[in-house]
């Protein structure tokens, strides 16, 4: 019953993006296009097609563009750190577990919890950063390699990234940080 639910949820999900005039499809962060899916246009064509149920001329685009893009030294070394701060990203996952432990076991506001929570935050914060860097170098890459004539490719926004997210995990640590130092001081002054 259940699975029969999500092949219809689904099926009807996907029935609507069918129907919509307007197709807008998001495989990469660093690259969003919206094309207009009433008419059929082959990649090698002008810039302008002609619709043919308005009569008009309108831009047209496409989706993806598959090309081999040689990587400059910044990409090659935004790789390697990418792969640095993932793998110590998985001591900070390990400082979170133990931090869940220690809480679970009512030693919530101690210094080591300090230590666990900065571990914890900041490893996983760099790793997006850096994986952002690399969606943004490879972008510029892809922008200085490829010419397309009548097509611009769109850079990468800081916008598109969740920095609201890594700004409250940020100030979310320093609260807890300073309620910690904050019950230090009362346990001293009693």
Not at 37 to 49: E, W
Not at 121 to 143: C, F, G, Q
Request: glycine share 6%.
């Amino acid at each position: 019953m259940l699975f029969e639910f999500i092949g219809g949820f689904n099926d009807g999900w996907n029935d609507v993006d069918k129907l919509a005039p307007i197709s807008m499809e998001r495989t990469n962060p660093a690259f969003d296009k919206v094309t207009a899916t009433t008419f059929n246009v082959l990649p090698d064509s002008a810039i302008q097609a002609m619709n043919s149920q308005t009569g008009t001329a309108v831009p047209t685009g496409f989706m993806q563009c598959h090309s081999y893009i040689v990587p400059s030294g910044l990409t090659n070394f935004t790789y390697i750190l990418l792969g640095i701060t993932g793998l110590v990203s998985v001591y900070g996952l390990y400082n979170l577990i133990r931090l869940f432990i220690s809480i679970i076991r009512k030693e919530v506001f101690t210094s080591i919890n300090i230590r666990r929570i900065r571990w914890g935050v900041y490893l996983p914060i760099a790793y997006h950063l850096v994986k952002y860097l690399l969606n943004w170098s490879e972008t510029r890459d892809a922008m200085a390699q490829l010419t397309i004539p009548g097509y611009t490719i769109q850079p990468a926004s800081p916008f598109e990234f969740s920095w609201i997210g890594i700004l409250l995990l940020i100030l979310l640590t320093e609260v807890f940080v300073v309620a910690v130092k904050l019950k230090q001081e009362n346990d001293l002054t009693i």
